[in-house]
């Protein structure tokens, strides 16, 4: 008895999960690959159109006619990004859209921000009816409010402007911004906000010092989406631009690729390929705020 006292105390092993056989585990290893054979002609038919644009801007005008379907020019050549940059002055209206776009993102951070702010406040009255009116404009085609932004525009006497044109595209485009703000700051614990009041911080203090710094993933999400939709955008360049060419976007100016009888489609392939790699760029550099601050925005 004694002898079985002074045996040491042992704890049972804890018992190793099974594992899965290795028929199981090769059949789903073989499964994940047949689905990724499946998914390769997808991936390639999704980015067919930009290869082939790319691989057109370097074609010449016979071989885009006599092979236009292949990714691979017969007779290399550069003459269309010459074409496309000097004849079609895509210098200047890059650096029109560099301007355009930068304020667009300038002006939607500056007012969305602080509402957002203050909309995600609960004690702010008739805050819920704020927001509903905003969701429900996000439903309004812009098409049927051009008359009057163009009206209030050439009013305050910006038309014909990049300022002007810039004002008309970031009124429509900052329902959604508002949204994600209101969505992350809701987040914030309340105890941060009365503490720097403690401290002696104020409303404006408070928010530019403490909230706003803590918004980078959504600021990040703000200036990707609008700068990729203000390089992208048409229509209202387009008309508060009419008055002064001097002053088109870049895609306003590939319309002028597109004559009465016939296309320069070599060129057009060689300024969309100009137009595209800025936004490529600039989402290689934001993707990760981009998706860190949808992420935070909607997560309750």
Known sequence: MTALLDRPQTSPASPTPPSAPPKRRSRRRWRIQLWHVLLLPLAFAWVYPFLWMVSTGFKTQNDMYRNGASLIPEEFTLDNFVRAWTVGRFGEYTWNTVVFSITVVVLVVLVAAPAGWALSRPTLKGRKVILIVLAVSMFI????????????????????????????????????????????????????????????????????????????????????????????????????????????????????????????????????????????????????????????????
Request: proline share 6%.
């Open 141 to 300: 085609p812009s098409g049927y409010t051009i008359i009057p932004t163009f009206v209030l525009v050439n009013w305050l006497g910006l038309g014909n402007g990049l300022l002007g044109a810039a004002l008309a595209q970031a009124g429509p485009s900052l329902v959604v911004p508002v949204l994600l703000y209101v969505g992350f700051f809701s987040q914030i614990p309340k105890e941060l906000t009365e503490a720097a009041q403690v401290d002696g911080a104020g409303y404006f203090r408070t928010f530019f010092s403490v909230v706003l710094p803590l918004a980078k993933p959504v600021t990040g999400t703000v200036v990707l989406l609008n700068f990729v939709f203000a390089w992208n955008a048409f229509f209202i360049p387009l008309i508060f631009t009419l008055g002064n060419p001097m002053l088109r976007t870049l895609g306003v100016g590939m319309y002028g690729f597109f004559g009465t009888n016939t296309s320069d489609w070599t060129g057009l392939a060689a300024a969309a390929t100009i137009s595209v790699l800025p936004v490529v760029v600039v989402f290689l550099f934001l993707q990760r705020y981009f998706i860190e601050g949808i992420a935070g925005a909607v997560k309750s």
